[in-house]
């Protein structure tokens, strides 16, 4: 009988008779310990296996599915930005999901533009362009490729990490502003708002504003989403038009 056994890690049995499949990584010369937890993190993920099945570019394709599953916001026809794109999951997505490929007969044909600092492998389907979204006239420059504005503004961005829980929350709280503050000036009136944060109270301010030009907003964290990670999402719909003065009057639904 094989001992389980698997290039790069192996597999221990539980003592009771049967298997434990849970693939266990070896220490390794130069390895640091935080890389050899998250490989056996992602060999063991669930969702990291799936993907690689079903061909998408990352289990974060999941959080976006499991979203849309609950509030519909990836319509047929539907014209979708998403900012910060790479490596592509949430396109793949949204390219089925508002048929962008024209492959549902009898169905409204969507737009997904995809923009990101990096250069992105092509997607079938979507229109990727290397663009700085917080640069001087990006929001017209959209707005031009998709010959009109978006129904859809998604954001799977995190700020880069320092290390420090309280610093990586107020950065990604900033930049996930930044790009509340792109989709006012991108969003059809109707229009839908997705973007990851990170628990932490300092972004009862952009909540504030969400209630504000939104009709309804939900926080929610999809089960893609790690039990151990601080990060949820904002879904926004029903954009009003941008009114800062006005006081909240959104569902909330959290």
């Given amino acids: 009988m094989s001992d389980g056994k698997k290039p790069g890690g192996e597999r ?97 044909v969507g737009r997904v533009l995809g923009v990101d600092l990096q250069e992105i492998d092509p997607i079938a389907g979507a229109e990727l362009h290397q663009l700085d979204f917080l640069s001087e006239g990006a929001d017209d420059q959209v707005k031009a490729w998709l010959g009109g504005r978006a129904d859809v503004v998604m954001s799977d961005m995190a700020a880069a990490s320092s290390g420090h829980k309280g610093t990586d929350h107020l950065r990604i709280v900033a930049l996930i502003e930044a790009a509340l503050d792109f989709a006012f000036d991108v969003l059809e009136p109707g229009g839908t708002f997705v973007a990851k944060v990170l628990a932490g109270g300092a972004e009862s301010e952009m909540q504030a504003m969400l209630k504000r030009n939104f009709r309804k907003v939900a926080n929610v964290k999809p089960p893609a989403s790690r039990s151990d990670s601080s990060e949820k999402f904002v879904v926004a719909q029903g954009f009003r038009g941008r009114d800062d003065a006005a006081e909240p009057e959104a569902e909330d639904d959290i």
Avoid: H, M
């Avoid at 998408?56 to 979708?80: M, N, Q, S, T, W």
């Fill in 12 to 108: 221990k049995s539980s003592g009771r008779g049967q298997r434990d499949l849970r693939v266990r990584v070896k220490s390794a010369k130069g390895r640091r310990l935080s890389s050899t937890l998250w490989l056996e993190r992602q060999l063991n993920d669930p969702y990291v296996a799936r993907a690689k099945r079903e061909g998408y570019r990352g289990r974060a394709a999941f959080k976006i599915l499991e979203l849309d599953d609950k509030y519909r916001f990836l319509v047929p026809g539907a014209r979708v930005v998403d900012l910060g794109c790479a490596p592509g999951g949430w396109c793949q997505v949204a390219v089925g999901r508002v048929n962008a490929l024209g492959e549902k007969s009898g169905k409204k």
